[in-house]
């Protein structure tokens, strides 16, 4: 989809996070853990603004501490998003003109 970017709010996307991390609420270290075979390391959040949500960061224990996967438990849903291919190059490529919706 395509729209004015006049239109564009904030969160509207990933590449702006609304709420300060320190937010979340106290961060607790938690078990070892692995990752898709990597070892990593568990950060306990939770989120008190969301009546007792969690958050569970995987950051990776070997190499640089990159954040392999974010696990989030709260009363009305639960997501889990991975993340992988770091400092590789990322192919972007805009789409045909005829799989573009126009909102404008």
């Keep these: 989809m395509k729209s004015p970017t006049s ?3 904030p969160g509207d996307g990933l590449v702006e ?6 937010s979340f609420g106290e ?8 990752v ?13 603004a969301d009546k007792g949500g969690t958050y569970t960061f ?9 954040v392999l996967k974010v ?3 709260g009363t009305a849903h639960q997501s889990t998003t991975s ?4 400092d590789k190059p990322v192919e972007v490529r805009a789409p ?9």
């Design 7 to 9: 239109d564009a709010q």
């Design 17 to 22: 996070c609304t709420r300060e991390f320190a």
């Design 27 to 34: 961060a607790q270290q938690g078990d070892p853990a692995e």
């Design 36 to 48: 898709d075979g990597s070892r990593a390391t568990q950060t306990l959040v939770t989120d008190a």
């Design 58 to 66: 995987f950051i990776a224990a070997e190499g640089k501490p990159y």
């Design 71 to 73: 696990l989030y438990k």
């Design 83 to 86: 993340y992988s291919a770091f």
């Design 96 to 104: 045909a003109a005829a799989e573009v919706l126009d909102l404008g």
